[in-house]
């Protein structure tokens, strides 16, 4: 048996670590051409600089797992042993041992091999095809869908808001998970949170289908759709719907969990209300995107909690 010795663990640990770095950058959404070619000639160094950053990426999908399986708050972290350090398990090491943001933050494959994309705080105007605008709100993935008879797209995750002006024959569609949405001459907001699907008319009229049923939404109503489960039509306000778009987010009535998981969508790290009686209470406010990191001043002053700071960007309110 080969022995391990001290310069081994601490290479594989400072490889697995190089390695998570890289990973980062490329699913932050700011990495560049020279960024990608830097990675591809590090991870071809050796054996040893490949296999560090495939242990990471599958480390990163195992911890998924288990953060959301186990109920553990997503900021604990275990410690390593030299053991562990060497092997697969050296991932898991490096990924526990250093302060990092909350894996939501981190997108999934198929968002990475999405056409468009917008990192944290990110909007983009996107014009698709004549007569068809869409703009993405943070953390979205949007793929084309090439169809010369009837083009359309697919959101993956996150936000859009879209304008379609087409003629009165033509047709684009959007697709999110199971559901598809047709467009004329219509404005809408869809919003695609891991397979929970959420379409709002803003005007004009859209065609939705869901499996073999045909739902028909008007002028300020939104229909929500969870797997199969397809919820009652309801109203809502386009101004609050919109904001974000005008650089805004919006609150009434709404509890502060529901508030703080919004906000933790436009910053990095993330916001975490560690009393249920507090994350329930119901507030109405109004927060910059531009000054988003203002939000946690904020909340705490709006909801008269305390708060305490962790590595990485987490904040707990108490």
Same mark, same amino acid.
């Given at each position: ?33 020279? @960024? ?30 288990? @953060? ?34 909350? /894996?939501?933050?981190?997108?999934? /494959?198929?968002?990475?091999?999405? @056409? ?11 014009? /698709? ?190």
């Amino acid at each position: 048996m080969e022995a391990v010795t001290s310069d081994d663990t601490d290479q594989a640990m400072s490889l697995q670590k190089e390695g998570m770095q890289w990973l980062a950058l490329m699913i932050s959404g700011r990495a560049t051409d020279q @960024d990608l070619a830097e990675m591809e000639r590090w991870k071809h160094q050796s054996p040893a600089h490949a296999e560090a950053l495939a242990s990471a990426i599958e480390m990163r999908r195992l911890v998924a797992i288990q @953060d959301k399986f186990s109920g553990e708050p997503p900021f604990l972290y275990r410690p390593a042993t030299r053991r562990l350090a060497l092997g697969g398990a050296a991932a898991a090491a490096a990924v526990y041992a250093v302060a990092r943001p909350p /894996l939501a933050l981190w997108p999934s /494959l198929s968002e990475l091999r999405a @056409d468009y994309r917008t990192g944290i705080g990110e909007q983009r105007q996107i014009a /698709l095809v004549h007569g068809v605008s869409v703009a993405m709100n943070t953390r979205t993935s949007l793929s084309l869908r090439p169809d010369p008879g009837r083009p359309g797209i697919e959101v993956v995750t996150g936000e859009v808001a879209m304008t379609t002006q087409l003629p009165k024959a033509a047709r684009f569609t959007v697709y999110a998970g199971k559901i598809q949405i047709s467009a004329g001459d219509a404005n809408f907001d869809l919003r695609n949170d891991d397979g929970r699907i959420r379409v709002s008319c803003l005007e004009g009229h859209l065609e939705i289908r869901a499996g073999n049923a045909l739902r028909e939404l008007g002028p300020s109503e939104q229909l929500q759709f969870a797997g199969n489960v397809v919820e009652e039509a309801v109203r809502v306000d386009p101004v609050i719907l919109t904001a974000w778009r005008h650089g805004l987010l919006i609150f009434h009535d709404a509890s502060l969990s529901n508030i703080v998981a919004e906000i933790n969508r436009y910053r990095a790290g993330k916001i975490v209300v560690m009393n249920a009686a507090l994350a329930n209470r119901r507030f109405n406010g109004q927060f910059k995107i531009a000054h988003i990191d203002n939000a946690v001043v904020e909340l705490a002053h709006l909801s008269n909690a305390s708060t305490a700071s962790l590595p990485g960007g987490i904040v707990l309110l108490t």
